[in-house]
């Protein structure tokens, strides 16, 4: 019986020789890309912990929240979402280098190897999974069954983790070859390697543009032109798609607190204004920059009698979204750029932008950025 099958088999082709079968599947080349990677990672990673900590903080971090520098939050983000495109290239590149010892048999060699190849399937599967779910959040997609943001925050730790133990695991070979020169020279390395830099440094140029103001005419792949929308200001949510009815003029501000009033559209206009130049930082990783006309939410604070320490919550005429009702730490509140905006930009606001009024404080993610406000209540 085996006999006929091993002469079937030499009838048969022999399989022909991937391109993929090459001489770059080595240690060097997994080094000197998985220093790239880990370097992207840990920046995306930090990043996002900030991100995390700025929407959702616990509450020994609440008050100590900054409000400045007013780019902070812009910048941080934009090296998220950056490091996070970076990546993606870079990871693929990492895979196609290791792939054949992920199929290299003994599947298992014993206790230690087990625990390192089940690490490694752990890294590989979280990985992909964070970058693709966060590729596809930028664009607003979201095909999975599970909310974005939590999924995402605990993969981070289980990659993070999956990274230590992979590197730990890895120490002799990494320290092996982290020199030039170390192992035999192979021909293609730099090739592969420049490839794989030009490739990540391309994804960055061709997306950046929707966060760094100079690379803006290059944003052919960023889900968003910062400068398009109405008024010049990109919309994340529209009024429609908020399902915000338009206010109308029986439109009243309502501020609860130890004094309570409401203040019609033009008593708010009556009302010293003032003007900041504040960006809007998405999460999903465009930001944009504008001249915001308002009051200051802290003289509407002061009109209410609320104390200084106040921490206050922002209701929205929408009904029911997630970002319907913000907190904001007296930290902000208090922050003299901090405004109930009326206009952007010189004109009104537009029904997309949050008319009749929205909040924009400096230094905080777009997400609280809360559009068509109705309520401001004082929280003691
Ligand atoms: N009430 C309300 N406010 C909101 C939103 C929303 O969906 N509802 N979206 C937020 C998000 S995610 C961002 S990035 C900013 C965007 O503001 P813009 O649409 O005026 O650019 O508004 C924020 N304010
Ligand atoms: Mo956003």
Same mark, same amino acid.
């Given at each position: 019986?085996?006999?006929?099958?091993?002469?079937?088999?030499?009838?048969?082709?022999?399989?022909?020789?991937?391109?993929?079968?090459?001489?770059?599947?080595?240690?060097?080349?997994?080094?000197?890309? $998985?220093?790239?990677?880990?370097?992207?990672?840990?920046?995306?990673?930090?990043?996002?912990?900030?991100?995390?900590?700025?929407?959702?903080?616990?509450?020994?971090?609440?008050?100590?929240?900054?409000?400045?520098?007013?780019?902070?939050?812009?910048?941080?983000?934009?090296?998220?979402?950056?490091?996070?495109?970076?990546?993606?290239?870079?990871?693929?590149?990492?895979?196609?280098?290791?792939?054949?010892?992920?199929?290299?048999?003994?599947?298992?060699?014993?206790?230690?190897?087990?625990?390192?190849?089940? $690490?490694?399937?752990? /890294?590989?599967?979280?990985?992909?999974?964070?970058?693709?779910?966060?590729?596809?959040?930028?664009?607003?997609?979201?095909?999975?069954?599970?909310?974005?943001?939590?999924?995402?925050?605990?993969?981070?730790?289980?990659?993070?983790?999956?990274?230590?133990?992979?590197?730990?695991?890895?120490?002799?070979?990494?320290?092996?070859?982290?020199?030039?020169?170390?192992?035999?020279?192979?021909? $293609?390395?730099?090739?592969?390697?420049?490839?794989?830099?030009?490739?990540?440094?391309?994804?960055?140029? /061709?997306?950046?543009?929707?966060?760094?103001?100079?690379?803006?005419?290059?944003?052919?792949?960023?889900?968003?032109?910062?400068?398009?929308?109405?008024?010049?200001?990109?919309?994340?949510?529209?009024?429609?798609?908020?399902?915000?009815?338009?206010?109308?003029?029986?439109?009243?501000?309502?501020?609860?607190?130890?004094?309570?009033?409401? /203040?019609?559209?033009?008593?708010?206009?009556?009302?010293?204004?003032?003007?900041?130049?504040?960006?809007?930082?998405?999460?999903?990783?465009?930001?944009?920059?504008?001249?915001?006309?308002?009051?200051?939410?802290?003289?509407?604070?002061?009109?209410?009698?609320?104390?200084? $320490?106040?921490?206050?919550?922002?209701?929205?005429?929408?009904?029911?979204?997630?970002?319907?009702?913000?907190?904001?730490?007296?930290?902000?509140?208090?922050?003299?750029?901090?405004?109930?905006?009326?206009?952007?930009?010189?004109?009104?606001?537009?029904?997309?932008?949050?008319?009749?009024?929205?909040?924009?404080?400096?230094?905080?993610?777009?997400?609280?950025?809360?559009?068509?406000?109705?309520?401001?209540?004082?929280?003691?």
């Amino acid at each position: 019986m085996s006999g006929t099958f091993s002469r079937l088999r030499r009838r048969l082709p022999s399989p022909p020789r991937l391109p993929l079968d090459s001489a770059l599947h080595e240690p060097r080349t997994a080094v000197v890309l $998985g220093r790239w990677l880990g370097a992207a990672f840990l920046v995306c990673f930090a990043t996002g912990l900030i991100s995390h900590g700025l929407q959702n903080p616990p509450g020994w971090l609440r008050d100590h929240l900054p409000s400045r520098p007013v780019d902070a939050y812009r910048v941080t983000q934009g090296l998220h979402v950056i490091s996070g495109i970076a990546a993606i290239p870079l990871l693929g590149a990492k895979l196609w280098t290791v792939y054949p010892r992920l199929f290299a048999r003994p599947a298992v060699r014993g206790v230690l190897h087990a625990l390192e190849r089940l $690490g490694i399937a752990v /890294l590989v599967g979280s990985a992909l999974l964070e970058l693709v779910s966060g590729l596809l959040d930028t664009v607003q997609w979201y095909p999975w069954p599970f909310p974005f943001r939590q999924t995402h925050f605990w993969l981070a730790w289980i990659a993070v983790g999956g990274l230590l133990l992979h590197v730990a695991a890895k120490a002799p070979l990494i320290a092996g070859h982290w020199r030039r020169g170390t192992g035999p020279a192979v021909t $293609g390395r730099r090739a592969f390697l420049g490839g794989a830099a030009l490739s990540a440094a391309a994804v960055t140029l /061709l997306t950046a543009g929707q966060t760094v103001p100079w690379l803006r005419r290059a944003d052919l792949f960023g889900a968003r032109r910062p400068d398009l929308g109405p008024q010049g200001l990109p919309v994340n949510r529209t009024a429609a798609q908020a399902g915000t009815a338009a206010a109308g003029p029986g439109w009243r501000l309502s501020v609860a607190g130890p004094r309570p009033y409401a /203040l019609s559209l033009p008593e708010l206009g009556a009302l010293p204004q003032h003007t900041a130049v504040l960006p809007i930082a998405c999460v999903e990783g465009w930001s944009a920059s504008a001249r915001w006309t308002g009051v200051r939410l802290r003289d509407l604070l002061d009109r209410a009698g609320a104390p200084p $320490g106040a921490r206050v919550r922002v209701v929205s005429l929408e009904r029911g979204g997630p970002y319907a009702v913000m907190e904001m730490p007296a930290t902000y509140a208090r922050d003299p750029l901090t405004l109930l905006a009326l206009r952007v930009n010189g004109e009104a606001l537009d029904p997309d932008h949050g008319y009749p009024a929205r909040i924009i404080a400096p230094g905080r993610p777009g997400v609280l950025q809360t559009k068509w406000v109705q309520r401001i209540e004082v929280l003691t």
